[in-house]
Each structure stands twice: as structure tokens, then as C-alpha cells.
């Protein structure tokens, strides 16, 4: 039930009168045993309904993140409202794979057609460009930082176990 509420909250419909999409959660978001889902939706995020976007199992979309399916047209010297008036505006459907994290405050503009699986954006991030499968991008505009690479899981523990900062450590 948290699931729908997110998406009653975050799906938004802003030019219905040029094309009306569909939110599409994949049926492997509902098939975690000990979940009412393995996906995250959080408050504040907006998902553009204009084309439809898909979402895989395992993701987690971050507060006031956006993702928008519909762009402006920008071209001519006429103003802009005009032509969205007359025209209506671009749109285009959107992919988002499995276990794609992006987090708090992200933008994923209109051209990012798809999102493989694995992909990390960076709080803050404009997404501008389709990044590879497990590639970690950040930034305005985003950049590839890192890649997500294969680990045991003894190492993860050993990164987990490792003492962080502490207040408790200042003199």
C-alpha cells in the first residue's frame, strides 16, 4: 500500500491534452518475499506521465527527484508558450531498468531514453545522456564517475565493519 501511495503522489500528468502515458511497474517489484515490494518510490519525487515510463524491480527513485518524458520545442524565434499552445510539446517513453538507484534531487531529462540496470545517479545530478549498465554518474551535467564492479561479500562486510568518523574522535 506505501507503493501506490508514492505513485498516487509522484505521477503527474502535465500535458494530457498532446499524450497521456502510463506509469508500467515491473511484475518482478511485487515478487520479494518479505516485502510488500523491493521498489522505492519516495515523497516529493515526480514522475512526467506524458510518455509512459517503465520501472524495474529493485529501484529506489529519491525525494524530489524528477523524470521528465516531455521536452519544450526550442527552436524558431517565435515564443516558446506559443508554440506549446499550437504545437503541444515533444515526448517520448522512458526505460528504467533493474536495481537503478537515483537519488535525492536527481533530474533525468527528457532525451535519457533508457536507464540500464545498475545504474547509480548522484543527489543533485542532471541526467542528460544514457549511461552504461552499473555506471555511476554525478554532476550538472551528469558524468560517468565510477563503475559499479563485482564484489564478495566479505569484502562488503570488511567496508561495512570499518569505523567511520566520529564526533567522539575530535579532541
Known amino acids: 500500500m506505501q507503493l501506490k501511495a508514492a505513485i498516487a503522489h509522484a505521477k503527474r500528468y502535465p500535458h494530457k491534452k498532446v499524450h497521456m502515458g502510463e506509469l508500467i511497474i515491473s511484475p518482478k517489484a511485487y515478487e520479494a518475499n518479505d516485502r510488500e515490494t ?5 515523497p516529493y519525487s515526480i514522475l512526467d506521465c506524458t510518455g509512459s515510463i517503465h520501472i524495474g524491480p529493485w529501484c529506489n527513485i529519491g525525494p524530489r527527484t524528477r523524470i521528465y518524458t516531455h521536452d519544450t520545442i526550442h527552436m ?7 508554440l506549446e499552445e499550437t504545437l503541444g510539446v515533444l515526448w517520448q517513453d522512458k526505460y528504467i531498468g533493474a536495481d537503478v538507484w537515483i537519488h535525492d534531487g536527481s533530474i533525468v531529462l ?3 531514453t533508457h536507464i540500464p540496470d545498475g545504474v547509480v545517479l548522484g543527489a543533485g545530478s ?8 552499473y555506471e555511476i554518474w ?7 564517475i565510477g563503475e559499479r564492479t563485482e564484489a564478495d561479500l566479505q569484502t562488503i562486510r570488511q567496508i561495512v565493519e570499518q569505523k567511520g568518523f566520529s564526533l567522539e574522535d575530535i579532541p
Not at 523491493?38 to 519516495?42: A, D, E, H, P, R
Not at 554525478?138 to 560517468?144: C, M, Q, R, W
Open 110 to 112: 527528457y532525451q535519457v
Open 76 to 82: 524558431g524565434r517565435r515564443p516558446l508558450f506559443e
Open 126 to 133: 542532471v541526467l542528460t545522456k544514457i549511461p552504461g549498465p
Open 38 to 42: 523491493n521498489l522505492v518510490i519516495s
Open 138 to 144: 554525478a554532476g550538472n551535467p551528469a558524468k560517468k
